[in-house]
Nanobody, 113 residues
């Protein structure tokens, strides 16, 4: 079925940027739709955006214009570029393909004020 592994999290100051990566081990990677999600302490996991085959993306309103999802099908990678980060963006970020039951282990992003 495959595996997803996120990387790139860390500590950043408000207004800064981070780029998260998600490595997928799927034979059919190019046909799959992937999304990024996050979960802050004490809150439910929330959807941030999705990228489908061909690169078409959809975003949650609160991150639209700040976050960009991209993919590299040759490398089987999905990326989340986060700009103008705010303290409220602090969370564990997950790469997922819920339609096929795949989730990564998550990577912590902490934004200091």
């Amino acid at each position: 079925q495959g595996q997803l592994v996120e990387s790139g999290g860390g500590l950043v100051q408000a207004g800064g940027s981070l780029r998260l990566s998600c490595a997928a081990s799927r034979i059919t990677f190019g046909l799959d739709t992937y999304g990024w999600y996050r979960q802050a302490p004490g809150k439910a996991r929330e959807w941030l955006g999705t990228i489908g085959p061909g690169g078409y993306g959809l975003y949650r309103d609160s991150v639209k214009g700040r976050f960009t999802i991209s993919r590299d099908d040759a490398k089987k990678m999905v990326f989340l570029q986060m700009n103008s980060l705010k303290p409220e963006d602090t969370a564990v970020y997950y790469c997922g393909a819920p339609a096929i039951g795949l989730w990564g282990q998550g990577t912590q992003v902490t934004v200091s004020s």
